[in-house]
């Protein structure tokens, strides 16, 4: 048989390789393939322009970098069989794949309770029984059922390639320069001891910086206020609709799939029974019924749709201490008297949240330095390190929404 051998030109990282048959009948796979049609940042690009990449970006983009990864390991002495290689790449390469449309942005609103790492994993298992039990080392890496830990590290963890991938690839597409980072020194320099992935002395500046990194484009990319105001907008679309819907209106998405996470997707339906419908389900879907919504006869879901097609987004506050009640009464009241609404609807146009994050948090799992000496220490207690406990608390801020 000739072996495979395609390359992928990525702006970022230039050339990727496929060099497995059963790799490239996954990256053929239609329910891969529709991650092209999610933005990997959602709305991002209402304030960074060039921010217009998919999944599909990602996915190949970690992918590479699990390849490159695994080669120095394995150059270190690390036992990686060729199996094991494979599962690790399918893992990675799969590990996004049961996002749906907007990300994050609606992860709760359409299917309420059900996490998109659960319907990733849901969906590589139906893959797997389509490639004749091709995926299970993929699978068991994935859930952490594997014997080696270092392997499931790489696709999730402190230290993976997922992050690694993100942050290079959104600061590139965003022209952010703060998310930067040294990911191949990150990755020269990664070992494994134990079983345990960690990073060797010479490679805790390029650690530090890599959490910074993360640290900064949080706030001035993923949880911009735009950004933000932008998403909240989604949300109280999808949120209106249902209630129009739980009335008994007649409001139709754009496509089939959308409208049957609209009118039957409840908690209490199975997920596994629908992957082929959430499989047809992308932005794509969800824009057009709300440029074909912003007409609908309901004042409230017409306005948000109108404003968000037309990027006419909320007002957004972000500050350290809590919103004062009087503030929202006072914007709530200005919505009810603009709009001609009633003060509940006005909840639509006047609300408050809480963003956070947490840079590095020992707690959930530790970045292990490995010193000269065979002595390991975490990041956070590396002498003189930047990463100490106040990076590692969770940073709060509170923000109110309102009409402009």
Known sequence: MTPVRKIINDPVYGFITIDHPLILQIISHPWYQRLRNIHQMAFAHLVYPGAMHSRLHHSLGAYHLMSN????????????????????????????????PFSHALENELIPGVHHEAISLLIIRKMNEEFSGRLQTAIDIFTNNYPKRFLHQLVSGQLDVDRMDYLNRDSFFTGVAEGVIGYDRI???????????????????????????????????????????????LVKIIRRAKELIAKEEKLVAASDAFNFFLHQMNGNTAM??????????????????IKNWSLYPDKIL???????????????????????NGLLKEKI????????????????????????????????????????????????????????????????????????
Not at 205 to 217: A, C, D, G, Q, T
């Open 272 to 289: 596994e029974q629908h992957l082929d419908t959430f499989c047809r389900l992308d932005d794509h879907d969800v824009m057009t019924t």
């Open 302 to 324: 017409a306005s948000l749709c109108r404003s968000l097609v037309e990027r006419r987004l909320y007002k957004v506050k972000l500050q350290a201490s809590e919103i004062e």
């Open 187 to 233: 990755i020269k320099m990664l070992t494994v001891k134990d079983g345990d992935l960690m990073v060797e002395e010479k490679a805790v500046y390029s650690i530090e910086k890599f959490l910074v990194s993360r640290r900064l484009m949080y706030w001035q990319v993923y949880l911009h206020k735009t950004v933000l105001a932008a998403e909240m907008m």
């Open 69 to 100: 990864a695994i080669s120095e390991l394995k150059s270190k002495g690390v036992e990686v069989t060729t199996e094991e290689e494979l599962g690790a790449k399918i893992a990675i390469l799969l590990h996004d794949v049961g996002h749906g």
């Open 333 to 404: 009241k200005e919505a009810i008297e603009k709009l001609g609404i009633s003060e509940k609807e006005a909840g639509y146009f006047a609300f408050t949240g809480i963003a956070s994050n947490t840079t590095y948090n020992p707690a959930d799992e530790r970045i292990n330095i490995l010193f000269k000496d065979g002595t390991i220490k975490d990041i956070s207690q590396v002498d003189n390190a930047l990463i100490q406990q106040n990076l590692s608390s969770t940073i709060k801020k509170y923000y109110i929404c309102y009409l402009r």
